[in-house]
C-alpha cells in the first residue's frame, strides 16, 4: 500500500478562484481526516469523517470550506472562493478505527496569491 | 471542548543534553494521548501513544492526569531527533483526534 495519496502535492491560485484538494486514504481504514497546518496554529483539526459520514465539521473556518467523502476510496476538500489567508499545507490522514494510529499524506501546499 | 497545549514553539539543546517536551490537555473524558513527529523532509508519524506505556527511539511519555500532561522525556538528546514533535489526543466517544500547535526540537551537536 501507498500510503495516505493527496493531490496536487502544490497549488498556486489566485485569490477568488476554486481549489480542490483530494485525498486517497488507506484501503480499510474507516476514518478520515483533514487538518491545515501553520505556523501560527499548528495542525487544526478542519473536519473528520467516520464510515464516509461527516462525524465532526466545527473545525470547518467558513462557508468557504468544504468536504465531501462519496466513498470509502476518496475525499476532497474544496475552498471557494479561495483568499490568501487559505495559504497552509493541508494534510489528509486516516485510520483504521476510533483511537488508532493515524497515517498522513505528504500533503498539499496551498499559496493563494 | 477538548484542546491540547504546547507551549514552547522551539526547544534548543546540545547534543547529549536532557529533553522535555511540554503536553497540557483538556478532556472531561478518558482521553487517548499520542505523541506525532514529523522529520524534515517526511510525513506526521506516530512515535508513542500511552497506553502502550513503549519507549521509542529512548523517548518516554507519562499520562499524568492530576496535572492532564503528557510531557515527551529523552535523557539524552542526538541530533537526528531534531524534528518537529506534536502532541495529540483523541476523544473516546467518537474518536475526534486533535494537536497540540507543535514543538521545533533543535539538536545542536
Known amino acids: 500500500d501507498a500510503g495516505v495519496i493527496q493531490s496536487p502535492r502544490h497549488e498556486v491560485t489566485e485569490m477568488g478562484q476554486e481549489v480542490t484538494l483530494r485525498c486517497k486514504p488507506i484501503s480499510g481504514h474507516n476514518s478520515l481526516f483533514w487538518y491545515r497546518q501553520t505556523m501560527m496554529r499548528g495542525l487544526e483539526l478542519l473536519i473528520y469523517f467516520n464510515n464516509n459520514v461527516p462525524i465532526d465539521d466545527s473545525g470547518m473556518p467558513e462557508d468557504r470550506f468544504s468536504a465531501k467523502m462519496p466513498n470509502a476510496s476518496f475525499s476532497t476538500l474544496k475552498i471557494q472562493p479561495s483568499e490568501p489567508r487559505d495559504s497552509a499545507v493541508y494534510f489528509c490522514a486516516s485510520s483504521v478505527g476510533r483511537n488508532t494510529e493515524a497515517f498522513f499524506g505528504q500533503g498539499t501546499r496551498l499559496t493563494v496569491v | 471542548a477538548q484542546r491540547v497545549t504546547q507551549p514552547e514553539k522551539l526547544l534548543s539543546v546540545f547534543k547529549g543534553a536532557p529533553v522535555e517536551l511540554k503536553c497540557n490537555y483538556s478532556y472531561s473524558g478518558s482521553p487517548e494521548l499520542f505523541w506525532y513527529v514529523q522529520y524534515s523532509r517526511q510525513r506526521l508519524q506516530l512515535l508513542l501513544r500511552?497506553?502502550s506505556r513503549e519507549s521509542i527511539k529512548g523517548f518516554t511519555a507519562d499520562l499524568n492526569k492530576g496535572e492532564t500532561s503528557f510531557h515527551l522525556k529523552k535523557p539524552f538528546a542526538q541530533e537526528e531527533d531534531s524534528a518537529m514533535y506534536y502532541c495529540?489526543?483523541?476523544?473516546?466517544?467518537?474518536?475526534?483526534?486533535?494537536f497540540g500547535q507543535g514543538t521545533t526540537l533543535q539538536v545542536k551537536p
Open positions: 495529540a489526543l483523541t476523544t473516546s466517544n467518537t474518536g475526534k483526534l486533535i
Open positions: 500511552h497506553i
